[in-house]
């Protein structure tokens, strides 16, 4: 399956994945950094290279963060410290970047371990063979993002140890989650001695063999033999200083073997990717598609366990995640299925957070918690590991920290952690206007009420369960019953703090223009700033129909099944919906408590075929962190989760069959006469027997089984019922 990953599907675009080689989880992800660069630091030809950096992040949007420690090969001169150069050609593969550069034809190879790079330069018989090693690069250099999302530098140290040694550090602060200060250590290391070394500071280059950090960029120029043609260099890098980065570097590349490294790391993926096995009928363009997708979902959150430098507790620590408001819904839910391991080292790292930052985090980087963009959306991760059964959880623990996100407001750090508005919130039981993000976050605290409500009843706190029970129905007293647009009546709507509705409301920022609110506004960037609008990244249209965690009550409120079924085909067709973004995700499944699964699954076939490909354009927008391209594959399967709950909609697949090998056991999915006319389920067969509901629980498919999707020109009488949410553990 190796073979099917393809690291430029959603490279182009808005998917700003990364794509140069790494781990699964791993923390090196070195990869070329362009002059005119995005989050993920690559851009396509013919954009100049500056060098390349040793950390980046994949898929996410917003501000860039990393992009750290840069190395770039030169053959023009050692009076220059910057040697920006354009690629002639270029080679992207799991597990190996290659390019050679226009100006000079030096041609640089590089591949990974966990957290060490390994790189290859050949060089031409003429001019300098040299390698620059810049420890104030980072991404943003260069950009006008806005303030808080910008990157800034702080300090950065270097020195030449020997004729083959480097280390240092950099120091930077900011990126899109406004984190504290970060440093990232590093050591270099060639397997040829350095025939010159000098370094710079500033614009000055000095033949010193060492800068110390006075708040400036610095670096170090190598010149290597110009007998010597291929040279190879390693970049160990550590949280926790230089000689961890040393001792990393030795620890996991012990020889000088580019091809081992490349070997050791496509055994890692090999062992993950093949817990997915696709039918050999796939096409194979799904079949790029979908093992890139698994590829893309585990590249985040990054495995930082022992090189935590804020405190060190033998637990397990992950963060680079952007955030759960993106993963939760798709990402951590594969991650849960097919690793649980994993999953169960993930939450108690979250659960490491909670203890000792005092909150549990939404988004995570550069050790800082930050930004929160809707709900406290850890306590849906820690709902579903509870009720997916992971073990080596502390669950009373992870009780006590979702409590402390429901019942301890933040005070003026709620961008970073917790919830924003708790007290209106559990006072008013709504959020009033002028509340930033006040309709998305009435919609997600209330889902994430219901995640406590299930971790509390699993743990026979009764009292608890009770009370977030109720509070998970909090939704509705934003519900403005009586609104009517476009033929739908009820939507989350602004409200005052005495009750009223208005028609009417004022920008939150300069010159606080006044303005009419309708299910169609979207006021960031227009009437307010993304952070303080009311709905965030999205429209009352979007928002209404994001109560996964109460759709029978939903579809009450928009007034019955036939009001409800109106609603979502001008939705769907209009179109409102946006798979793009993750208020949309779960949408297409609404159909499910219709007794329709089979227009959840035309409007998932529709939405694939329309908006994803095995192409460089291929992802519909940012990737997330892995979210968008679990989204796509769970709907190839025919499998999507319900995140925070026991339960997972069935409809139509795309692929011919995928095995899952899961720790309990084989778990199959079949389709039998499925064709481009038979796309329609008749019936469904679980373990050979008829299974007339449109949804299964985890512990259907965690336990190994086989699951036949019977297809036909048109659909059958399959899916009129769906088993209603797990309330019992």
Avoid at 439 to 457: F, T
Wanted: aromatic share 12%.
């Amino acid at each position: 399956m190796l073979r099917y990953v393809d690291l430029t599907i959603g490279s182009e675009g808005w998917g700003n994945v990364v794509i140069g080689p790494s781990l699964p989880f791993g923390m090196a992800k070195p990869s070329p950094d362009c002059s005119n660069r995005h989050a993920s630091g690559w851009m396509p030809l013919p954009e100049p290279v500056d060098g390349f950096a040793q950390i980046h992040l994949s898929g996410t949007g917003g501000g860039p963060k990393y992009g750290n420690v840069l190395l770039q090969p030169f053959s023009d001169s050692m009076e220059e410290r910057k040697h920006v150069q354009h690629r002639r050609s270029e080679n992207i593969e799991l597990g190996r970047y290659a390019c050679t550069y226009e100006e000079s034809g030096i041609t640089t190879e590089l591949t990974v371990s966990r957290r060490t790079s390994l790189y290859r330069f050949t060089y031409p018989e003429n001019g300098v063979h040299g390698l620059a090693v810049d420890a104030g690069f980072f991404l943003s250099l260069d950009e006008d993002w806005a303030v808080n999302e910008r990157q800034e530098f702080v300090g950065s140290e270097i020195q030449v140890l020997s004729d083959r040694e480097v280390s240092g550090y950099t120091r930077i602060r900011g990126g899109w989650n406004d984190g504290r200060a970060y440093t990232v250590y590093f050591h270099v290391t060639a397997d040829h001695p350095f025939t010159l070394a000098r370094t710079w500071k500033g614009d000055t280059i000095s033949e010193d063999l060492w800068q110390e950090d006075s708040g400036e960029q610095t670096g170090a120029l190598l010149q290597f033999s110009p007998e010597v043609q291929t040279v190879q260099v390693k970049v160990g890098l550590s949280w926790l200083g230089c000689l961890k980065a040393r001792k990393n570097a030795l620890a996991e590349i012990p020889h000088w073997s580019f091809d081992t490294t490349r070997e050791e790391l496509e055994d890692s993926w090999r062992a993950i990717l093949s817990r997915a096995e696709l039918d050999a009928s796939t096409p194979d363009s799904l079949k790029r598609m979908f093992y890139t997708g698994l590829y893309h979902a585990f590249l985040l959150p990054v495995d930082k366990t022992g090189e935590n430098p804020v405190w060190n507790d033998g637990e397990p620590y992950y963060e680079d995640f952007y955030a759960l408001w993106d993963t939760f819904r798709t990402t951590t839910p594969m991650m849960m299925l097919l690793l649980p391991e994993r999953g169960s080292e993930f939450v108690r790292s979250l659960l490491s957070i909670y203890r000792h930052d005092k909150y549990l985090p939404d988004g995570r980087s550069g050790h800082w918690n930050g930004r929160t963009q809707g709900g406290s959306n850890a306590d849906i991760v820690i709902a579903d590991a509870w009720l997916k059964g992971l073990s080596g959880i502390d669950w009373d623990l992870a009780l006590e920290a979702v409590l402390q996100d429901a019942d301890v407001p933040p005070g003026g750090n709620q961008e970073s952690e917790g919830r924003g508005g708790l007290m209106e919130y559990n006072t008013l039981g709504f959020l009033p206007y002028g509340v930033p993000r006040a309709g998305s976050r009435i919609v997600e605290y209330s889902r994430c009420d219901y995640a406590i409500y299930q971790l509390a009843k699993g743990l026979g706190r009764d009292d608890l369960a009770e009370r977030f029970l109720r509070q998970s129905g909090n939704w509705k007293n934003m519900w403005r019953s009586d609104y009517e647009y476009e033929g739908s009546r009820g939507f989350i709507m602004p409200r005052n703090r005495d009750g009223s509705w208005p028609d009417r409301v004022p920008g939150l920022t300069p010159p606080y223009t006044e303005f009419p609110f309708t299910p169609v506004t979207y006021e960031g960037w227009t009437y307010s700033s993304n952070w303080d609008c009311f709905f965030y990244e999205g429209n009352s249209w979007i928002y209404s129909l994001c109560i996964p965690h109460d759709v029978p009550g939903l579809i009450e409120a928009c007034g019955g099944p036939e009001a409800f079924r109106r609603r979502l085909d001008t939705f769907f067709q209009h179109p409102y919906f946006e798979v793009s973004n993750e208020p949309s995700f779960f949408a297409p499944c609404l159909y499910h408590w219709l007794g329709r699964p089979d227009l959840t699954g035309e409007v998932v076939r529709e939405t694939i075929l329309g908006h994803f490909s095995d192409r460089a354009e291929g992802l519909p927008g940012n990737d997330d962190s892995g979210a968008t391209s679990c989204w796509l594959d769970f709907h190839l399967m025919g499998l999507y989760p319900v995140a925070g709950q026991d339960l997972y909609i069935l409809h139509a697949p795309l692929l011919p069959g995928v095995t899952l090998h899961l720790d309990g056991g084989d778990f199959r999915i079949r389709t039998r006469g499925q064709s481009e006319r038979n796309r329609f389920v008749r019936a469904v067969r679980l373990n050979g027997k008829d299974y007339p509901y449109s949804a299964l629980r985890h512990r259907d498919i965690a336990r190994g089984g086989e699951l036949v999707f019977i297809m036909g020109p048109e659909p059958g009488p399959w899916g009129k019922e769906i088993l209603p949410p797990a309330q019992e553990h």
